[in-house]
């Protein structure tokens, strides 16, 4: 099964083995799709352009013909006022089909692959999960009964293009999170006893924990890592006093300048849900479209 998420940032592909679960192939680029979104409502011909050399890479790379495939996006193409013609353009270059889903399908998804990883670990408890996008963030309450999950149009490429510098988003973060600070008191219960977050912005904040780069960052390895606020604070301070390429070392080109607003909204929201520590998880809403489509 073969799996694509379009996000605000990044274009990711993973092909999964249903009788195994096993990942067979993977890949993550960036392409900035959300690049110029917040001034002019419209998806860039440039960014439509690094979309599908992208995906022409990726079929470069894995002969993606021969397996089902879905492929999704996100929160750019549901408020981008072009999205149609984005997505036909797409197609007409690639030849894949991608869906636009809205922010309910989105967090269900993720949970799928979440819940699955934590499965794995032999973690069974309810849990809060963020999950940090480039376009949105969302919020998800695993309790043994259900979940209950929100989209917010806040991610870490609407955040940076926004306020452009730290100041500003250290100032302006409680004002725009404040959905997420209401839907927090309305259903944070004893049941969501833990607090899990995926994603690149923990993912990166867990491997620079372990002592991993860009390079060498390995998910079985990252799947399960606890970070503490401390953690967080101590990786934050060393980003910023970072020079570019050092950041790039260790996020990747394309999240240099970026990260920080992750961290900050991960910090913010483990605020609000009255957490201290987090558990950090790889998979994502690319693994949770590839096992749905497994029958999973």
């Known amino acids: 099964m073969i799996a694509f998420d379009l996000g605000s940032n990044t274009l990711r592909c993973v092909v999964l083995d249903c009788a195994t679960k096993k990942v067979l192939f993977e890949e993550s680029i960036v392409v900035k799709t959300a690049d110029g979104i917040a ?24 002969d993606i013909s021969q397996d089902r495939v879905r492929a999704v996006t996100t929160q750019a193409l549901r408020s981008a006022n072009n999205a149609q013609s984005v997505l036909r353009s797409i197609n007409q270059a690639t030849g894949i089909d ?83 600070n209401k839907f927090v008191g309305k259903h944070i219960s004893t049941q969501t006893g833990q607090f899990v977050a995926t994603a690149g912005t923990p993912t ?52 240099e300048d970026l990260i920080i607003s992750g ?9 609000v849900c009255g957490f201290d520590e987090c558990i950090v998880i790889d998979e994502g809403l690319r693994e ?7 029958g999973s």
Request: charge should be negative.
């Open 39 to 62: 001034t002019t409502g419209s998806i860039s011909k440039d960014a439509i352009n690094r979309v599908i050399e992208a995906i022409k890479k990726v079929q470069s790379r894995y």
């Open 98 to 180: 991608f869906e636009i889903i809205d922010g309910d399908t989105e967090a269900r998804l993720t949970l799928l692959a979440v819940q699955e990883r934590l499965s794995q670990i032999g973690n069974d408890k309810g849990f809060v999960l963020v999950d940090i996008g480039g376009g949105s963030t969302e919020i998800i309450f695993r309790m043994q009964d259900g979940f209950i999950s929100k989209s917010f149009a806040l991610g870490i490429v609407t955040l940076a293009q926004k306020y452009p510098t730290i100041k500003e988003i250290e100032e302006q973060i409680k004002k725009d999170t404040l959905g997420i």
């Open 204 to 255: 990166t904040l867990a491997a620079m924990k372990l002592g991993l780069d860009y390079s060498s960052y390995d998910r079985d390895i990252i799947n399960g890592t606890i970070i503490t606020t401390e953690d967080i604070v101590a990786q934050q301070k060393r980003l910023i006093e970072m020079d570019e390429q050092e950041r790039i070392r260790f996020v990747g080109v394309g999240r």
């Open 263 to 271: 961290v900050l909204i991960l910090r913010y929201v483990m605020e």
């Open 288 to 294: 949770g479209v590839a096992l749905e489509g497994c």
